[in-house]
Protein backbone atom coordinates (compact mmCIF):
# COMPACT_ATOMS: atom_id res chain seq x y z
CA UNK A 1 0.00 0.00 0.00
CA UNK A 2 1.20 3.65 -1.35
CA UNK A 3 -0.44 6.91 0.01
CA UNK A 4 -0.51 9.23 -3.27
CA UNK A 5 -0.49 13.19 -3.55
CA UNK A 6 -1.34 15.41 -6.26
CA UNK A 7 2.05 17.62 -5.96
CA UNK A 8 1.95 21.45 -7.53
CA UNK A 9 5.32 23.15 -8.20
CA UNK A 10 5.20 26.83 -8.91
CA UNK A 11 6.24 26.39 -13.09
CA UNK A 12 5.64 22.61 -13.37
CA UNK A 13 2.68 20.59 -14.30
CA UNK A 14 0.70 18.91 -11.49
CA UNK A 15 1.81 14.94 -10.68
CA UNK A 16 1.70 12.66 -8.39
CA UNK A 17 4.04 11.46 -6.06
CA UNK A 18 3.70 8.24 -4.15
CA UNK A 19 5.08 7.79 -0.52
CA UNK A 20 5.41 4.44 1.39
CA UNK A 21 5.68 5.31 4.69
CA UNK A 22 6.00 2.06 6.05
CA UNK A 23 8.72 1.14 3.92
CA UNK A 24 11.90 2.49 6.31
CA UNK A 25 10.27 0.71 9.31
CA UNK A 26 9.87 -3.03 7.28
CA UNK A 27 13.57 -2.77 6.01
CA UNK A 28 14.44 -2.12 9.82
CA UNK A 29 12.14 -4.60 11.03
CA UNK A 30 13.75 -7.03 8.26
CA UNK A 31 16.87 -6.32 9.54
CA UNK A 32 16.34 -6.18 13.56
CA UNK A 33 12.82 -7.65 14.79
CA UNK A 34 14.29 -11.14 14.90
CA UNK A 35 17.26 -10.73 16.66
CA UNK A 36 15.58 -8.76 19.18
CA UNK A 37 14.36 -9.54 22.78
CA UNK A 38 11.40 -11.97 22.17
CA UNK A 39 7.79 -10.64 22.89
CA UNK A 40 7.82 -12.22 26.41
CA UNK A 41 11.61 -11.17 27.20
CA UNK A 42 11.88 -9.08 30.37
CA UNK A 43 14.61 -5.94 30.61
CA UNK A 44 15.75 -7.03 33.61
CA UNK A 45 16.52 -10.35 32.61
CA UNK A 46 19.08 -8.85 29.20
CA UNK A 47 22.97 -10.02 29.11
CA UNK A 48 24.88 -6.72 28.71
CA UNK A 49 25.61 -8.00 25.28
CA UNK A 50 21.26 -8.36 24.32
CA UNK A 51 21.30 -4.55 25.81
CA UNK A 52 23.62 -3.25 23.65
CA UNK A 53 22.17 -5.23 20.94
CA UNK A 54 18.77 -3.10 21.38
CA UNK A 55 20.84 -0.20 21.81
CA UNK A 56 22.26 -0.69 18.02
CA UNK A 57 18.79 -1.38 16.74
CA UNK A 58 17.52 2.08 18.60
CA UNK A 59 20.16 3.44 16.46
CA UNK A 60 19.09 2.13 13.51
CA UNK A 61 15.82 3.13 13.34
CA UNK A 62 16.16 6.92 14.94
CA UNK A 63 18.47 7.35 11.87
CA UNK A 64 15.21 5.93 9.35
CA UNK A 65 13.07 8.26 7.73
CA UNK A 66 9.78 9.10 8.78
CA UNK A 67 8.24 11.07 6.49
CA UNK A 68 8.82 13.39 3.70
CA UNK A 69 8.40 16.85 4.44
CA UNK A 70 7.57 19.33 1.48
CA UNK A 71 9.33 22.81 1.69
CA UNK A 72 9.48 25.23 -0.83
CA UNK A 73 12.94 24.37 -1.67
CA UNK A 74 11.98 21.14 -2.06
CA UNK A 75 11.32 17.74 -0.06
CA UNK A 76 13.28 17.43 3.38
CA UNK A 77 13.34 13.89 4.76
CA UNK A 78 12.01 13.74 8.35
CA UNK A 79 13.61 11.23 10.61
CA UNK A 80 12.38 9.28 13.14
CA UNK A 81 14.35 10.86 15.96
CA UNK A 82 15.19 9.44 19.50
CA UNK A 83 12.01 10.20 20.32
CA UNK A 84 9.94 8.51 17.72
CA UNK A 85 12.51 5.35 17.67
CA UNK A 86 11.98 4.56 21.44
CA UNK A 87 8.64 4.69 20.81
CA UNK A 88 8.29 2.45 18.38
CA UNK A 89 10.63 -0.06 19.96
CA UNK A 90 8.13 0.49 23.07
CA UNK A 91 5.37 -0.52 21.06
CA UNK A 92 6.85 -3.42 19.51
CA UNK A 93 8.78 -4.87 22.67
CA UNK A 94 6.89 -3.43 25.71
CA UNK A 95 8.41 -5.32 28.47
CA UNK A 96 12.06 -4.27 27.13
CA UNK A 97 12.27 -0.68 25.96
CA UNK A 98 10.66 2.36 27.56
CA UNK A 99 9.89 5.76 27.26
CA UNK A 100 12.79 8.06 25.90
CA UNK A 101 11.85 11.36 25.65
CA UNK A 102 13.32 14.59 26.07
CA UNK A 103 12.72 15.52 29.82
CA UNK A 104 14.27 12.24 30.56
CA UNK A 105 17.02 12.93 28.46
CA UNK A 106 17.76 16.36 29.61
CA UNK A 107 17.26 15.19 33.19
CA UNK A 108 20.11 12.79 32.84
CA UNK A 109 22.16 15.32 30.44
CA UNK A 110 22.42 12.17 28.12
CA UNK A 111 22.07 12.92 24.59
CA UNK A 112 20.12 10.99 21.93
CA UNK A 113 22.79 8.57 20.70
CA UNK A 114 22.95 4.81 21.08
CA UNK A 115 25.55 4.62 24.07
CA UNK A 116 23.25 6.95 26.40
CA UNK A 117 19.98 4.79 25.38
CA UNK A 118 22.41 1.55 26.40
CA UNK A 119 23.00 3.33 29.59
CA UNK A 120 19.80 4.07 30.31
CA UNK A 121 18.35 0.95 30.09
CA UNK A 122 20.86 -0.45 31.90
CA UNK A 123 20.35 2.49 34.75
CA UNK A 124 16.64 1.33 33.83
CA UNK A 125 17.07 -2.60 34.51
CA UNK A 126 19.56 -1.97 37.85
CA UNK A 127 17.10 0.63 39.24
CA UNK A 128 13.61 -2.01 38.68
CA UNK A 129 15.78 -4.70 39.95
CA UNK A 130 16.80 -2.36 43.15
CA UNK A 131 12.92 -1.38 42.89
CA UNK A 132 11.94 -5.01 43.44
CA UNK A 133 14.15 -5.77 46.17
CA UNK A 134 12.97 -3.06 48.39
CA UNK A 135 9.48 -3.56 48.03
CA UNK A 136 10.00 -6.96 48.62
CA UNK A 137 7.70 -7.87 45.43
CA UNK A 138 8.78 -9.48 41.78
CA UNK A 139 9.64 -7.15 39.04
CA UNK A 140 6.84 -8.22 37.35
CA UNK A 141 4.47 -7.02 40.63
CA UNK A 142 6.11 -3.45 40.18
CA UNK A 143 3.54 -1.72 37.94
CA UNK A 144 0.10 -2.43 40.09
CA UNK A 145 2.32 -1.38 43.11
CA UNK A 146 2.66 2.19 41.75
CA UNK A 147 -0.98 2.04 40.42
CA UNK A 148 -0.32 1.18 36.94
CA UNK A 149 -1.73 -2.31 36.84
CA UNK A 150 -1.36 -2.78 32.88
CA UNK A 151 1.74 -1.60 32.34
CA UNK A 152 4.76 -2.81 31.60
CA UNK A 153 7.52 -2.55 34.39
CA UNK A 154 9.31 0.22 32.04
CA UNK A 155 6.79 1.88 31.50
CA UNK A 156 5.28 1.49 34.96
CA UNK A 157 9.22 3.44 35.86
CA UNK A 158 8.64 6.56 34.66
CA UNK A 159 5.98 6.63 37.45
CA UNK A 160 8.66 6.48 40.78
CA UNK A 161 11.17 8.91 38.68
CA UNK A 162 11.80 11.75 41.31
CA UNK A 163 12.53 13.70 38.72
CA UNK A 164 9.25 13.05 36.52
CA UNK A 165 6.14 14.13 39.94
CA UNK A 166 3.25 12.44 39.06
CA UNK A 167 0.31 13.91 40.71
CA UNK A 168 -1.95 11.00 41.16
CA UNK A 169 0.96 8.97 42.70
CA UNK A 170 0.65 8.11 46.23
CA UNK A 171 4.19 9.46 47.60
CA UNK A 172 4.67 6.61 50.21
CA UNK A 173 5.34 4.67 47.42
CA UNK A 174 7.89 6.19 45.74
CA UNK A 175 9.50 6.77 49.52
CA UNK A 176 9.11 2.62 49.39
CA UNK A 177 10.59 2.02 46.28
CA UNK A 178 12.57 4.79 44.97
CA UNK A 179 16.42 5.30 45.09
CA UNK A 180 17.35 6.84 48.13
CA UNK A 181 13.95 7.79 48.99
CA UNK A 182 14.19 7.89 52.47
CA UNK A 183 11.88 10.81 54.00
CA UNK A 184 11.13 12.00 50.35
CA UNK A 185 7.95 13.12 48.94
CA UNK A 186 6.64 14.02 45.41
Not at 8 to 21: G, M
Not at 132 to 155: D, F, I, K, M, T
Request: hydrophobic residues 40%; aromatic residues 6%; charged residues 20%.
Amino acid sequence: MSLTYTRKHDADPPRRVAIRPWLPLARWSSTWLERLPGPEAELTDLTPSEIALCAASYADLRDRRASIKQMSTGQVSVGLGPTGAAKTLLAIRPRVFAPWDIPIRKARRWSGDAASFQAYLTDMADQLQMFSAEAGVPVSALPALVGRPNASPPQAHRRVQLDDPDPGLDPTVCQSVAPGASGATR
